[in-house]
């Protein structure tokens, strides 16, 4: 009896693991901050090199979207749609194998990889928006707008 006993729990245990993994979608959806100004092309960018740091591969551009994939040991695979505009982004999931996709719920490592795209997102918006800044102020205009000689 108690290896009966034994056996139930560990099975209990088991099935409370494997449900602990699949957690609700994440479809991060972006507006970007008054403090970031990007334009059409710099959003792009910002996905594409976001998508490219994270080792996903890119299957389509389009004016407007960006279709990407990433397969993880071998073995799990998901893919997304990124439609955009100059200040705005969503990530949206279009498929996946082995990552236990059922009724709006996934693996959580997709979650943790599309969250991880976002803030790569984000911080490739923030790089490029500080490059520029730099940019403008090596070449005599300070951030207001107002160059340097005229000061």
Avoid: F
Avoid at 53 to 80: C, F, M, N
Avoid at 121 to 139: G, V, Y
């Amino acid at each position: 009896m108690p290896s009966l006993l034994r056996a139930s729990l560990i099975v209990l245990t088991l099935l409370s693991v494997a449900a602990c993994t699949s957690k609700p979608l994440v479809t991060p959806d972006r507006t970007l901050p008054t403090t970031l100004h990007a334009d059409h092309e710099q959003m792009k960018q910002a996905i594409l090199t976001t998508l490219v740091k994270r080792k996903w591969s890119v299957q389509r551009v389009g004016p407007d979207l960006v279709q990407a994939e990433i397969t993880v040991r071998g073995q799990y695979h998901a893919e997304i749609d990124i439609p955009y505009t100059a200040d705005h982004y969503q990530i949206k999931y279009r498929d996946s194998r082995e990552l236990s996709y059922k009724d709006g719920k996934i693996h959580k490592n997709y979650n943790r990889w599309v969250r991880l795209l976002d803030k790569g997102i984000l911080r490739e918006l923030r790089d490029d928006q500080a490059e520029t800044t730099a940019k403008n102020m090596a070449n005599g205009v300070t951030p207001q707008g107002i160059t340097q000689a005229a000061q």
